[in-house]
């Protein structure tokens, strides 16, 4: 299970994994998550995947 804590700012906030690092062969993993308030502390949850490249595999882009 890959899990991460990010702080949103306001509008969308895309989470992308562009490089394929994954034992289950998922070629882009994607999530679009709307914050409403500025500060606000989510966590991303994918179940049954794990990152297996040791790399920060979340962008933020705000």
Do not use: C, Y
């Not at 906030?13 to 062969?25: M, Y």
């Not at 989510?42 to 595999?57: A, E, K, T």
Request: hydrophobic residues 50%.
């Amino acid at each position: 299970m890959f899990e991460k804590t990010l702080v949103a700012t306001p509008g969308e906030i895309a989470v992308r994994e562009p490089r394929a690092a994954f034992e289950l062969g998922f070629g882009t993993v994607a999530a679009t998550i709307t914050a409403p308030v500025a500060g606000t502390v989510f966590r991303l949850v994918i179940d049954g995947i794990r990152q297996v490249d040791g790399g920060d595999l979340v962008q933020v882009i705000a």
